[in-house]
């Protein structure tokens, strides 16, 4: 079965500074991940997507993640984050045969 | 907007009662997918939809079921309703069934059983 982890509930930084939010993935064959952000009293919105290829994907409002298949990671990140990027961010996988499973979601705070 | 359109918005209702949900997909996508969020339980997959005909059955309980009608807009129902029901759906829509496919989520029905 397919599962998805993200470790931390909680991320808080600084405006300015880096952010990453860790997620971890477990399936069997080839996993296709996505990272989806929610904000208050709306749906989720769809950031970006790792297929194949580039294992740097590039994605929606500066945002970028790192596909590791040795680690089975796929970590958000972005270089400098922004107080309106404060939300919850949900990371996701879909294999051969197999629906979206989503992960528990990491709000993010980012302090002025 | 993400063109996902849910009725209505919020619901409030008895136990033992039923409800019925509305998805209107996006125009032209063909796959029409229902989720259950609760702070518990996360983001909790319940089926797909593709074209009229049910794909996928994730955690749906046996009193909730749903359709896709020719004009592909869903509903789902819910009945026999429990407190636990309580939580925000979602219907998301793709343009296909392919496994690359992203999302489109509507804004949520947020039902509270009372």
């Known amino acids: 079965a397919q599962s998805v982890a993200q470790p931390e509930d909680q991320v808080n930084v600084a405006e300015g500074n880096p952010l990453t939010v860790k997620c971890t993935y477990s399936?069997?064959?080839?996993?296709?991940l996505f990272w989806y952000v929610q904000y208050p009293n709306r749906g989720l919105q769809f950031l970006l997507k790792?297929?194949?290829?580039?294992?740097l994907v590039k994605g929606s409002y500066g945002f970028e993640a790192e596909f590791n298949k040795s680690q089975t990671s796929f970590h958000l990140k972005k270089p400098s984050a922004l107080v309106s990027d404060s939300a919850l961010y949900f990371c996701?996988?879909?294999?051969?045969?197999?629906?979206?499973?989503f992960g528990p979601g990491t709000r993010l705070s980012v302090l002025p | 907007d993400s063109g996902v359109t849910q009725t209505p918005k919020h619901l409030i209702t008895a136990t033992g009662q039923r409800v019925t949900l509305r998805c209107s997909p996006r125009?032209?996508?063909?796959?029409v997918y229902w989720y259950q969020q609760s702070l518990d339980q996360g983001l909790q997959f319940l089926i797909q939809?593709?074209?009229?005909?049910?794909?996928a059955k994730g955690n749906i309980l046996e009193r909730f079921s749903a359709q896709q009608f020719p004009d592909l807009h869903s509903e789902l129902n819910l009945s026999s309703l429990e407190l636990g029901d309580s939580a925000l759906y979602f219907c998301?829509?793709?343009?296909?069934?392919?496994?690359?496919?992203?999302?489109?989520f509507g804004s949520g029905t947020q039902l509270s059983v009372l």
């Open positions: 996701a996988v879909r294999t051969y045969g197999q629906n979206f499973v």
């Open positions: 399936v069997s064959g080839n996993p296709y």
């Open positions: 125009s032209g996508d063909l796959s």
């Open positions: 790792y297929i194949t290829g580039d294992n």
């Open positions: 998301a829509s793709s343009a296909g069934k392919g496994l690359n496919e992203k999302l489109f």
């Open positions: 939809y593709y074209n009229g005909e049910e794909r």
